[in-house]
């Protein structure tokens, strides 16, 4: 197993390669930025820019904030609360949040009305049909899936989430 520092010390020549190969800037820039990740969210800039279709910039300050601390906004479900994450082009008419559960958190079941990414940045949860997903991890829920999940009761569980048309919570 290597260290974090043997793998950056691989990816920075990588990335500076790829430029007389004709890949995207973009590409370049994502695998430089990674290297350099700052904060305990920071290495998470990347995959933010891409789940809310942001500029690598704008998702590096949102990793920042998250890491000094951020208002968050009070939601009628107990333990759980939100963050509005204003999003590119791609990301139009969805629901976009940054989400805090405390340990122990039930969100309830409910209908998914569009496909929802969600992807965590801190803590876990484990689904209604006993999925654990944990730091680093991605769950994605095809229009029309149901589900709830609870909050790992070890720590608060951080995570981004995209919602298109939003979710219907279930009686």
């Known amino acids: 197993m290597t260290d974090r520092s043997d793998d950056m010390d691989v990816l ?3 990335a500076w390669g790829l430029a007389p190969t004709g890949a995207s800037e973009r590409l370049r ?3 430089l930025a990674s290297t350099g990740a700052e904060g305990r969210y920071g290495v998470f800039a990347d995959r933010m820019a891409r789940l809310f279709d942001l500029p690598l910039a704008k998702a590096r ?3 920042r904030d998250l890491e000094r601390g951020v208002a968050w906004n009070a939601t009628p479900i107990p333990g759980f ?5 204003d999003t590119g082009p791609r990301c139009q008419g969805a629901m976009t949040m940054l989400a805090r559960l405390q340990p122990g958190t039930v969100f309830p079941a409910h209908r998914h009305v569009g496909e929802e990414t969600s992807f965590v940045l801190e803590g876990g949860f484990v689904d209604s049909h006993g999925v654990a997903v944990g730091r680093g991890g991605e769950l994605f829920k095809p229009e029309g899936t149901h589900h709830g999940f609870v909050v790992d009761l070890d720590g608060v569980c951080l995570a981004a989430a995209v919602a298109f048309g939003g979710i219907a919570i279930e009686p």
Not at 81 to 85: N, T, V
């Open 29 to 31: 820039e994502r695998i």
């Open 12 to 14: 920075a020549p990588l």
């Open 61 to 63: 300050d949102l990793m």
């Open 81 to 85: 609360e939100m963050i509005k994450i």
